[in-house]
T-cell receptor, first 112, second 112 residues
Framework: GESVGLHLPTLSVQEGDNSIINCAYSNSASDYFIWYKQESGKGPQFIIDIRSNMDKRQGQRVTVLLNKTVKHLSLQIAATQPGDSAVYFCAEVDSGNTPLVFGKGTRLSVIA | EAQVTQNPRYLITVTGKKLTVTCSQNMNHEYMSWYRQDPGLGLRQIYYSMNVEVTDKGDVPEGYKVSRKEKRNFPLILESPSPNQTSLYFC???????????FGDGTRLSIL
């Protein structure tokens, strides 16, 4: 498969446990955030997004938390499954007309 | 099915031999973008296009060209490839630059 990040932080979790992946951002003007999942050999896929007027948003098995005070974003995956193994990265943007800025990612490995 | 299609998926070539990577999207998106992904560096934007006949440089445009003659297509051209352009390339499209990007599955280029 593709090696998208040999130097990425890695998180290993047991199947069925919850996973928490963190992302720190630097631009205090960022007002929109997205989490992407990238599986081996594939392009990044949208998971969930959140705007700065919210501090929590839930999807199916995933929750994103936003702490604007410390410029921190997290992705929580409930009951982690082997299919969740991938590289996860966040993206931020400070207005609708500027490009997304992507983080470098975290590799999640699920231990069966 | 909504998708971004890149071709080829893999290419090994030699220094100086012009190559084109095609990208096509079927979502009628106005915004399209090219990224390269390298270990430890994450996704870096090469070029983007806000609409037909409108293109602009991203963070790492040197050695690349693009064109946007039609809304659906956004080819990436390497006029004289060099080994430092060996990378994994992704095309993406969206409704706008600050909106979630839909990515293709990537093109692995090796320049010898």
């Amino acid at each position: 498969g593709e090696s998208v990040g040999l130097h990425l932080p890695t998180l290993s979790v047991q199947e069925g446990d919850n996973s928490i992946i963190n992302c720190a951002y630097s631009n205090s003007a960022s007002d929109y955030f997205i989490w992407y999942k990238q599986e081996s050999g594939k392009g990044p896929q949208f998971i969930i997004d959140i705007r700065s007027n919210m501090d929590k948003r839930q999807g199916q098995r995933v929750t994103v938390l936003l702490n604007k005070t410390v410029k921190h974003l997290s992705l929580q995956i409930a009951a982690t499954q082997p299919g969740d193994s991938a590289v996860y990265f966040c993206a931020e943007v400070d207005s609708g007309n500027t490009p997304l800025v992507f983080g470098k990612g975290t590799r999640l490995s699920v231990i069966a | 099915e909504a998708q971004v299609t890149q071709n080829p998926r893999y290419l090994i070539t030699v220094t100086g031999k012009k190559l084109t990577v095609t990208c096509s999207q079927n979502m009628n998106h106005e915004y399209m973008s090219w990224y390269r992904q390298d270990p430890g560096l994450g996704l870096r934007q090469i070029y983007y296009s806000m609409n037909v006949e409108v293109t602009d440089k991203g963070d790492v445009p040197e050695g690349y060209k693009v064109s946007r003659k039609e809304k659906r297509n956004f080819p990436l051209i390497l006029e004289s490839p060099s080994p430092n352009q060996t990378s994994l390339y992704f095309c993406a499209s969206s409704l706008g630059p600050g909106r979630p990007q839909h990515f293709g599955d990537g093109t692995r280029l090796s320049i010898l």
